[in-house]
């Protein structure tokens, strides 16, 4: 039987304009109670006080009980573990786990081709022998496969995996323009994105950058 998680203080470091969107979502999906503290971007985001918390000077940060995790994909891996009651992650040891850190670890490299084809970095024989994704087309036709005909993309109920494709997902179609807004693909971002948490965090994301003054 899956222990509930006990108690511990939540600190969630974010901007809502940043990757911490998806952070948002699983901590609604989690049913978790957390602080939230804005970070703008630029000299606050760069400052000596929040170099104490992410050196890198990016956002999102999740501290709890005082430890510090970034990287959004480690956060949201975290927050799976942290909250096993909640079924966002295959459990420990099975086939299934190992599939998914296939696949959450894959998404990084579709990120960075992602950003490629965003920022028009061009391809060569030579960087598609030495970069782990290869090109942008090997990376988006690799998730494509994967993904055809699947409503999930790890056995048969939405996983933290479901919530991290669907926001690299929205972010390479809306914000970089890089995917189409129809079709396979598009289908599943929006399938997933009619999830109540992710509703809930969309409306506390505009009302945090309403009290930013970023609206």
């Known amino acids: 039987m899956k222990e509930k998680n006990t108690m511990k203080k ?26 939230v503290v804005p970070i703008h971007f630029g000299k606050e985001m760069k400052s000596e006080k929040y170099l104490s918390v992410n050196p890198m000077g990016k956002v ?29 992650i295959p459990p420990v040891n099975s086939l299934e786990r190992g599939e998914f850190y296939r696949w959450m670890f894959f998404a990084l490299h579709l990120e960075y081709a992602f950003m490629d084809k965003f920022f028009d970095v061009p ?60 079709g396979m693909l598009a289908d599943y971002m929006k399938l997933h994105g009619t999830r109540e948490a992710n509703i809930k965090g969309q409306e506390l994301d505009q009302e945090l950058a309403k009290s930013m003054g970023l609206d």
């Open 10 to 35: 939540i600190t969630f470091y974010t901007n809502p304009y940043s990757r911490g969107v998806s952070v948002r979502w699983m901590l609604e999906e989690c049913g978790a109670e957390y602080d």
């Open 60 to 88: 999102p940060a999740l501290e709890v009980d005082g430890k510090v995790i970034v990287e959004t994909a480690a956060i949201l891996t975290f927050l799976a573990d942290m909250y096993p009651e909640k079924n966002l």
């Open 123 to 182: 391809s060569s024989k030579k960087k598609r022998r030495s970069i782990g994704y290869g090109d942008y087309d090997t990376a988006l036709n690799t998730l494509t496969e994967f993904l055809k005909d699947k409503k999930y993309a790890i056995g048969n109920r939405f996983t933290v995996l479901d919530l991290y494709l669907t926001g690299l997902l929205r972010w390479a179609t809306f914000a970089a323009g890089v995917l189409p807004k129809e």
